[in-house]
């Protein structure tokens, strides 16, 4: 595994990240080494199940602790017989899982549009050659190469750049582009 760089990749000047990332500035990784690294650190993959169930995001609101600690207050309040606090308590308990199951679910949602999304290749120099891989297949240290309307799929210290422009609307939630002045 590599040690933690000195500085965040996106602050050191490009000679240090080659160097800390072990990578030839010309030939990329060599094949052999770009395996090594997939099997040490596993797949370019965003994590979570796929499918978002409804189920699964409310169970988990309903047995977050914050929920089951305003459930006993409420429960305790009922049994003393102070039934407006109990509603009370109960109001706020539903109105939080309702908060956090609309937050949860939308999140999940939009993790799971950003896997469907997510470019299928890549082209990547390995060995001294320019081939495409799977974008699961990129690792730390790969040089990546991209043109107009390629979607990144990894994060990426970007080394060499001519007229770069970003669409992050998709990640932001923004509707319509910002027009440029």
């Given at each position: 595994?590599?040690?933690?760089?000195?500085?965040?990749?996106?602050?050191?000047?490009?000679?240090?990240?080659?160097?800390?990332?072990?990578?030839?500035i010309?030939?990329?990784l060599?094949p052999q080494?770009?395996?090594?690294?997939?099997?040490?650190?596993?797949?370019?993959?965003l994590s979570?199940?796929?499918?978002?169930?409804?189920?699964?995001?409310?169970?988990?609101?309903?047995v977050?602790?914050?929920?089951?600690?305003?459930?006993?207050?409420?429960?305790?309040?009922?049994v003393?017989?102070?039934?407006?606090?109990?509603a009370v308590?109960?109001?706020?308990?539903?109105?939080?899982?309702l908060?956090?199951f609309?937050q949860?679910?939308?999140?999940e949602?939009t993790?799971?549009s950003?896997?469907?999304?997510?470019?299928?290749?890549?082209?990547?120099?390995?060995?001294?050659?320019?081939?495409s891989?799977?974008t699961?297949d990129?690792?730390?240290?790969?040089?990546?190469?991209?043109e107009e309307?390629?979607?990144i799929g990894?994060?990426?210290r970007?080394f060499e750049?001519?007229n770069?422009?970003?669409d992050?609307?998709?990640?932001?939630?923004?509707?319509?582009?910002?027009?440029k002045?």
């Amino acid at each position: 595994m590599f040690p933690d760089p000195p500085a965040p990749y996106h602050t050191l000047p490009v000679n240090q990240v080659f160097i800390h990332t072990k990578t030839d500035i010309d030939d990329g990784l060599t094949p052999q080494e770009a395996a090594q690294r997939l099997g040490l650190y596993g797949f370019n993959e965003l994590s979570g199940q796929g499918n978002v169930s409804v189920f699964a995001v409310l169970y988990r609101q309903i047995v977050n602790a914050l929920t089951l600690v305003l459930v006993i207050a409420m429960v305790i309040s009922f049994v003393f017989k102070d039934y407006v606090e109990g509603a009370v308590i109960a109001f706020v308990a539903v109105t939080n899982t309702l908060i956090g199951f609309t937050q949860e679910y939308r999140a999940e949602k939009t993790m799971e549009s950003l896997r469907r999304m997510a470019s299928p290749t890549t082209r990547v120099i390995r060995g001294d050659s320019l081939i495409s891989v799977p974008t699961r297949d990129i690792v730390i240290g790969d040089i990546i190469l991209f043109e107009e309307g390629d979607v990144i799929g990894a994060d990426a210290r970007l080394f060499e750049v001519f007229n770069l422009e970003v669409d992050e609307a998709l990640l932001t939630g923004e509707s319509i582009p910002v027009a440029k002045s």
